[in-house]
């Protein structure tokens, strides 16, 4: 079965502090992986994809497919950060969305 | 335009009621959702539409009754609702499958519905 597994419900870091949210998922095709972000009362945005390897507000995501892993870093906490992250992987078949449990960043000034 | 539209943004119905949430997108996206999210979990997916055709329904209540009447456009009609089904209500659209380049899903603000 796909799973997506979000060992942290609460990550608590100092500002400037290095981030680093855990994704781990179950998945016996070709994973597609994302990441998501939740601001306080925004709606849910994509922050990153795998496929694109590209870096958003300063967080990067690498897939490790040994590890079964797509851990997001951020080398340098803002307040601003402070958010719930979503990671989730799409099936390559049906495009349906599975998300993780969810973990909630909190930056401390 | 690179967003998801619904409407209306909050809803209070009684379990009587029937009423209908929006969803509009201009993005030329041929595939549509609807996702059900309560306080501080994940969104659940409930439908999904290709191509203007239900492909997948997880097991919904048959008080739920999605409708897609176009490619721009996703209705979820609402009746004999219960208490337990207020939650924020998601639409999202992306490229219909199959489909490479890890395209994401585009997510609309939602609507807080509330049952009483």
């Known amino acids: 079965a796909q799973r997506v597994t979000q060992p942290e419900k609460l990550l608590s870091v100092f500002k400037g502090a290095p981030v680093e949210l855990k994704c781990n998922y179950s998945?016996?095709?070709?994973?597609?992986l994302f990441w998501y972000v939740q601001y306080s009362r925004q709606r849910l945005q994509l922050l990153l994809r795998h496929i694109s390897r590209e870096s958003i507000k300063g967080f990067t995501a690498d897939l490790n497919k040994g590890e079964t892993s797509f851990h997001l870093k951020k080398p340098f906490a803002q307040e601003e950060d402070s958010a719930m992250y979503y990671c989730?992987?799409?099936?390559?078949?049906?495009?349906?969305?599975?998300f993780g449990q969810g973990t909630t960043l909190q930056v401390k000034p | 335009d690179t967003e998801v539209t619904q409407t209306p943004k909050h809803l209070v119905m009684g379990m009587t009621n029937k009423k209908s949430l929006k969803c509009e997108q201009h993005m030329g996206h041929r595939a549509m959702y609807w996702y059900k999210q309560k306080a501080k979990k994940p969104p659940e997916l409930m439908f999904v539409?290709?191509?203007?055709?239900?492909?997948i329904n997880e097991s919904v209540p048959s008080r739920f009754s999605p409708e897609c009447p176009n490619s721009s456009l996703l209705n979820l009609h609402l009746h004999a609702l219960q208490p337990e089904d207020s939650a924020l209500y998601l639409c999202a659209s992306s490229h219909a499958m199959p489909t490479g380049g890890g395209y994401g899903y585009t997510f609309g603000s939602g609507t807080r519905l509330t049952v009483v």
């Open positions: 539409y290709s191509y203007e055709k239900l492909s």
């Open positions: 998945y016996s095709g070709s994973p597609e």
């Open positions: 989730a992987l799409k099936r390559d078949n049906t495009g349906k969305l599975i």
